[in-house]
């Protein structure tokens, strides 16, 4: 479990110094949250 983290901190650390992943990443991250808003508001219509 310990190498488990380890492993995924490193992981994350070299994908920091890549601009790329950084940029799609962040849009991932608001493209989740665009999801979720609109689950939100089918589910008052519906």
Same mark, same amino acid.
């Given at each position: 479990?310990?190498?488990? !983290?380890? @492993?995924?901190?490193?992981?994350?650390?070299?994908?920091?110094? #890549?601009?790329?992943?950084?940029?799609?990443? !962040?849009? @991932?991250?608001?493209?989740?949250?665009?999801?979720?808003?609109? #689950?939100?508001?089918?589910?008052?219509?519906?």
């Amino acid at each position: 479990m310990q190498k488990l !983290i380890t @492993l995924k901190s490193l992981y994350i650390s070299y994908y920091d110094r #890549d601009p790329r992943y950084l940029t799609w990443r !962040i849009l @991932l991250i608001h493209f989740n949250q665009y999801i979720k808003y609109n #689950d939100r508001n089918t589910s008052i219509f519906t």
